[in-house]
């Protein structure tokens, strides 16, 4: 069966430090993968996709960039963090044709 | 026109009632929806999936899709409070991209 993982689970981090958020799939191959943020009462925003590595796909311009550097890896970065970026940064995959998105328990980012 | 909207609730059901839950859509998005579960604080769990018109069973779960009224949703039969959550719809975009809702919350009253 396939399995998500994400971490860190929770991160605190000052205005203008530097954030790498990691994501792997296991037990699947060629994953479509998706970064998405949710911010405090606001709805699922996508930011990144990827159909295969080295392939990203950006939905919002800012200040957070994405890798996939390995087939069931996915990174979501950015060299200075803002107050705005605060949230629930979700991870999902997708297989195939079949466009359902599963996702990861996620990391709840706070930018103080 | 928003894309795809959603009565942001508090939706309250009785315990072992029926839940219902709609969507509407612009009719740019695709005719394949997901609907999603997130219990507060945790991430979204797809529960149901559907790709033509009708309806769709999976347990105590049914989705309706009605293309012409550009209207989907899901309906939740003998309600526990377990169901409490927020349900969220997400139309296909394209070949490869889901758009979601804001959700509605779903309470049930023991």
């Known amino acids: 069966s396939q399995t998500i993982h994400q971490w860190p689970a929770t991160l605190v981090q000052p205005v203008g430090s530097p954030l790498s958020l990691e994501c792997t799939v296991e037990g699947t191959s060629n994953p479509n993968l998706y970064w998405y943020r949710q911010a405090a009462g606001r709805g699922l925003q996508l930011l990144f996709y990827s159909v295969g590595i080295g392939q990203i796909s950006s939905e919002v311009p800012q200040n957070l960039s994405a890798s996939r550097p390995q087939d069931r890896q996915f990174i979501l970065s950015s060299k200075k963090l803002l107050l705005s970026d605060s949230g629930f940064y979700l991870c999902a995959w997708s297989a195939g044709l079949s466009y359902e998105q599963y996702f990861g328990p996620g990391t709840r980012l706070t930018v103080t | 026109q928003k894309e795809v909207e959603q009565n942001s609730g508090p939706l309250s059901v009785p315990e072992g009632a029926i839940a219902s839950l709609n969507c509407t859509y612009s009719d740019r998005v695709s005719q394949s929806f997901f609907w999603y579960r997130q219990y507060s604080g945790k991430s979204p769990e797809l529960i149901m999936s559907i790709y033509s018109n009708g309806d769709k069973e999976d347990g105590r779960f049914t989705a309706q899709l009605n293309k012409a009224s550009q209207y989907v949703s899901l309906l939740i039969r003998d309600s526990q409070p377990s169901d409490s959550a927020t349900y969220l719809c997400?139309?296909?975009?394209?070949?490869?991209?889901?758009?979601f809702g804001k959700g509605t919350r779903l309470h049930i009253l023991p």
């Open positions: 997400a139309p296909l975009i394209g070949d490869d991209k889901i758009i």
